[in-house]
């Protein structure tokens, strides 16, 4: 399964609202994640099953969509949000990820 | 609290293996699924395969005839090692654990290692 993010690339002020897609070339239900990935850190799930918050993740984050259409919504931005995001499908085996968005400081 | 080390050789010659480490604290191996991904420079992100608290193994088609995943559980690591690489086998290798609702075990990570830069080049 072909996971397509967009944009790639996302320039964002503190406070802001910003969105995420990721697209599947099939249907996978809700089998999705979300991860954020900072330099010198794990990588941080921050969603699964579309929109589930993993445990810690912050409630201005959120994910919603099914079947072929996922979004990621961080609102109200803060510094610490400023990362690469993945999207990665695990209704097939293979799991496969998206290309990455870098959300940058505008 | 789950943590995750990978450690291994930051520099491999074409044709050659690779081995990796991953150290684990907090959880045991014998619980859970744990495995390897990759990310290639551009940022593609590949899954590799896995290895089971059971010890089974599941690896990547793409990668079948090359990889090897491994366990220590005395020591709480368990290992990957790629053969015959080539310069297409540089990457950023991490480990992660799948995530575990109570009853059934998912290809989603709830802990990443911090990852470890491979290349490969003569």
């Known amino acids: 399964v072909q996971m397509t993010q967009s944009p790639s690339y996302l320039a964002a002020s503190p406070g802001e609202s910003v969105s995420i897609s990721c697209k599947a070339s099939?249907?996978?239900?809700?089998?999705l994640a979300w991860y954020q990935e900072k330099p010198g850190k794990a990588n941080k799930l921050l969603i699964h099953?579309?929109?589930t918050l993993q445990s810690g993740t912050p409630s201005r984050f959120s994910g919603s969509g099914s079947g072929t259409d996922f979004t990621l919504t961080i609102r109200s931005l803060e510094s610490e949000d400023f990362a690469v995001y993945y999207c990665?499908?695990?209704?097939?085996?293979?799991?496969?990820f998206g290309a990455g968005t870098k959300l940058e400081l505008k | 609290e789950v943590q995750l080390q990978e450690s291994g050789p930051g520099l491999v010659k074409p044709s050659q293996s690779l081995s990796l480490t991953c150290s684990v604290t907090?959880?045991?191996?014998?619980?859970?699924?744990w495995g390897w991904i990759r990310k290639f420079p551009g940022n593609k992100m590949e899954w590799m395969g896995y290895i089971s608290y059971s010890g089974s193994t599941s690896y990547n088609p793409s990668l079948k005839s090359r990889i090897s995943i491994t366990r220590d559980t005395s020591k709480n690591q368990f290992f990957l090692q790629l053969n015959s690489v080539t310069t297409e086998d540089t990457a950023t290798y991490y480990c992660?654990?799948?995530?575990?609702?109570?009853?059934?075990?998912?290809?989603?990570?709830?802990?990443w290692g911090q990852g470890v830069m491979v290349t490969v080049s003569s």
């Open positions: 990665q499908q695990y209704n097939e085996y293979p799991p496969t």
């Open positions: 907090g959880y045991s191996i014998t619980s859970n699924y």
């Open positions: 992660a654990r799948f995530g575990y609702d109570g009853t059934y075990y998912y290809y989603y990570f709830d802990y």
């Open positions: 099953s579309g929109s």
């Open positions: 099939k249907s996978i239900s809700n089998n």
